[in-house]
């Protein structure tokens, strides 16, 4: 295969903008050494480039269109189009900055020059054979987005979980007790220990294999503790520093860095200690580690008074801050019941984990292969022109003008949801909440039964019309300001939907992703309510039985015998759906996603929201006991569950 130096085929320079160039509102893309472009009014490229960030983690992007540059971005420019396909070099790029980013060039570098691109030895297969192997790396990569979209589902699904069973720790639905952390510490003195200082735990003091040293990268985001270790000290060291030691179950907590991230310990019995940046947190019996740091997590800033910056993290930790803190405190029964769910979905999330470090593995070979000339492409049939697959900004300017009217719209959602506690706070203060059929109930009902049907920020805003409806008579009857802004701000959205070209917007995933964090939020606040019903408990489980039929046409019908146990023992009937009914009425012989089952049951007046909670309960149970089994569906982007063979 040919090989050439990347600057004799590209042309290579850098922007000439300061990086606060940027404007929020401007119409073409602003690239910086940030992952994400920004936006400018102006633009200085009008073409097909390769944007490489000069500083930090050297992201890539592939990008066609009129754009501007950062002066420490540079802009990869093709100087003959039948010589080189800039997609291939896309893939090219992404696989050399990989190996600079590793020390791989030259040794371990933060920035690069421009004799690190221009001397670049880049090899040059057949144009088509170039096309074909952009194709199969952009492949692979989609999955790749793909498994980590699925892990991404599976933590949100298990917060949603969390929050469900406890509720937000600021209002506290169940009105549990609330108790400070430091009560439940083994001991006063094992309670809380910050890491060695630099002097008792030198650099020179590390060796190559023996007892594991935590730090930072051993906590994930998710709260889930990473493997492998990477740092080591000897039998003698550890001896010496015995006191800072690591036991199965302690909650590591990390002060620096991204501050606040934290997990539980598994350690199997083998001995570790904790490095200088790190807090130890020993527990007794009464709190469950991991209902701590699920807490933590997925309620950051609405426990105690502990703040959170702009990229999530704590903005301080310490022991004296663990040592004050409040929050509402569960019996440990349900604390044991979250904490079956979450072993399951770690178990799942391990698996998924599995095939996508698979398919990066798969990648790097490809990758590897391909730009040695050693892939057979000759049966590898040339894609079609557009490929869908590609990664990052491969955005026309010509759809420039619908992604700004779409961020927008999605900025005004968020400020909408960002209103969830407004909501709560102006319902909770209403005594016409509490009377069945009256305006306010029937839209918090209303706005409750369809937040049961978002399973994305898109599912909210095309139903904005009716969500509009119900907090407009809520605003009214609150006669609160910040209620009738909101109020507003859903009435303005639901007026943009017909101008909105919804099918392209459901591909645009990096807008969408920008509103989840707000929108879960608004989901879990509105699920709080847990509005009382009697109208939509009946009586007759046939009726039942009948409701769930056709509910749920996918599933087999011959298997939906739906019994239903009748609790009267607070004078009110309450429906329990038992292990053995759902596994009965919800399995057949087709698959059926559960989030469309969901959705679906959400929908039928005869699920209570108690009913709805102790299915997708139920679900998690199976699952654990192994009853049944899940698995990706690639074409529909789904999580299957199937009775297990």
């Known amino acids: 295969m040919k090989f050439t130096n990347l600057g004799s085929i590209t042309d290579i320079r850098t922007g000439k903008l300061d990086v606060n160039a940027g404007s929020e509102d401007g119409q073409y893309p602003f690239f910086t050494c940030a992952a994400k472009p920004y936006k400018i009014n102006d633009f200085a490229f009008d073409t097909e480039a390769v944007l490489i960030a000069g500083n930090g983690d050297l992201n890539v992007k592939y990008y066609q269109g009129k754009f501007n540059a950062y002066q420490r971005t540079y802009v990869i420019q093709n100087k003959d189009k039948t010589v080189l396909s800039m997609k291939y070099l896309y893939y090219f790029i992404e696989t050399y900055m990989e190996r600079l980013r590793r020390g791989a060039i030259g040794?371990?570098?933060?920035?690069?020059?421009?004799?690190?691109?221009?001397?670049?030895?880049?090899?040059?297969?057949?144009?088509?054979?170039?096309?074909?192997?952009?194709?199969?790396?952009?492949?692979?990569?989609?999955?790749?987005?793909?498994?980590?979209?699925?892990?991404?589902?599976?933590?949100?699904?298990?917060?949603?979980?969390?929050?469900?069973?406890?509720?937000?720790?600021?209002?506290?639905?169940?009105?549990?007790?609330?108790?400070?952390?430091?009560?439940?510490?083994i001991n006063p003195k094992d309670g809380t220990k910050c890491g060695p200082f630099g002097s008792a735990l030198k650099k020179d003091e590390f060796v190559d294999s023996g007892i594991p040293v935590w730090n930072m990268d051993n906590i994930a985001p998710s709260a889930f503790m990473v493997l492998p270790f990477r740092m080591w000290i000897t039998k003698e060291k550890f001896k010496e520093l015995a006191s800072y030691s690591v036991e199965n179950g302690d909650i590591i907590i990390s002060r620096a860095g991204t501050v606040g991230k934290m997990c539980v310990a598994r350690t199997e019995g083998k001995p570790a200690i904790i490095s200088t940046n790190l807090i130890r947190l020993r527990l007794g019996s009464e709190l469950r580690p991991l209902h701590f740091v699920s807490l933590m997590t997925y309620c950051k800033g609405r426990v105690g008074r502990l703040k959170t910056g702009p990229d999530g993290s704590f903005t301080h930790m310490n022991t004296?801050?663990?040592?004050?803190?409040?929050?509402?405190?569960?019996?440990?029964?349900?604390?044991?019941?979250?904490?079956?769910?979450?072993q399951k979905v770690e178990v799942l999330k391990s698996r998924y984990q599995q095939s996508l470090d698979d398919l990066k593995s798969l990648y790097g070979t490809l990758s590897q292969k391909a730009f040695k000339g050693e892939l057979d492409l000759s049966r590898l049939p040339l894609p079609e022109s557009k490929d869908r697959t590609n990664k990052v900004a491969d955005i026309s300017a010509d759809s420039m003008q619908a992604l700004k009217?779409?961020?927008?719209?999605?900025?005004?959602?968020?400020?909408?949801?960002?209103?969830?506690?407004?909501?709560?706070?102006?319902?909770?203060?209403?005594?016409?909440?509490?009377?069945?059929?009256?305006?306010?109930?029937?839209?918090?009902?209303?706005?409750?039964?369809?937040?049961?049907?978002?399973?994305?920020?898109?599912?909210?805003?095309?139903?904005?019309?009716?969500?509009?409806?119900?907090?407009?008579?809520?605003?009214?009857?609150?006669?609160?300001?910040?209620?009738?802004?909101?109020?507003?701000?859903?009435?303005?959205?639901?007026?943009?939907?017909?101008?909105?070209?919804?099918?392209?917007?459901?591909?645009?995933?990096?807008?969408i992703n920008a509103a989840v964090g707000p929108f879960s939020e608004m989901r879990h606040a509105i699920a709080a309510l847990q509005l009382p019903d009697p109208e939509r408990r009946l009586t007759e489980s046939e009726s039942v039985v009948s409701a769930m039929q056709a509910a749920v046409p996918p599933v087999n019908a011959s298997l939906l015998a739906l019994a239903i146990q009748q609790d009267d023992s607070e004078n009110e009937p309450r429906y329990i759906f038992t292990r053995d009914d759902i596994l009965q009425a919800l399995f057949g012989d087709q698959p059926l996603p559960v989030i469309d089952l969901m959705s679906k049951l959400a929908e039928q007046e005869v699920v209570t929201p108690e009913g709805y909670s102790r299915i997708k309960t139920l679900l998690f149970s199976l699952l654990a006991e192994e009853q049944i089994q899940q698995q990706f569906n690639d074409e529909a982007n789904t999580i299957e569950f199937r009775t297990r063979a």
């Open 107 to 185: 040794g371990i570098i933060k920035y690069i020059k421009l004799g690190h691109l221009t001397e670049a030895e880049i090899p040059l297969p057949p144009l088509n054979d170039q096309i074909r192997i952009a194709h199969l790396l952009g492949k692979v990569e989609w999955l790749i987005a793909q498994r980590k979209q699925h892990l991404q589902q599976l933590d949100d699904l298990l917060k949603s979980v969390f929050l469900e069973m406890f509720g937000d720790p600021i209002i506290n639905p169940h009105k549990f007790p609330v108790r400070k952390l430091s009560e439940f510490y």
């Open 320 to 342: 004296g801050i663990l040592d004050k803190l409040e929050f509402p405190y569960p019996p440990t029964e349900l604390q044991d019941q979250f904490a079956i769910i979450a």
């Open 405 to 511: 009217s779409s961020e927008r719209v999605i900025s005004k959602l968020n400020k909408f949801n960002s209103q969830h506690t407004v909501f709560l706070k102006a319902l909770n203060n209403m005594p016409a909440l509490k009377i069945a059929n009256s305006p306010v109930f029937k839209a918090a009902r209303e706005l409750s039964e369809q937040a049961a049907l978002w399973r994305t920020p898109l599912d909210q805003f095309r139903n904005m019309s009716a969500v509009a409806r119900a907090a407009t008579t809520i605003a009214t009857a609150s006669n609160t300001p910040e209620v009738k802004n909101a109020a507003l701000i859903a009435q303005q959205i639901a007026n943009t939907i017909p101008t909105m070209d919804i099918a392209w917007l459901k591909d645009q995933q990096a807008i």
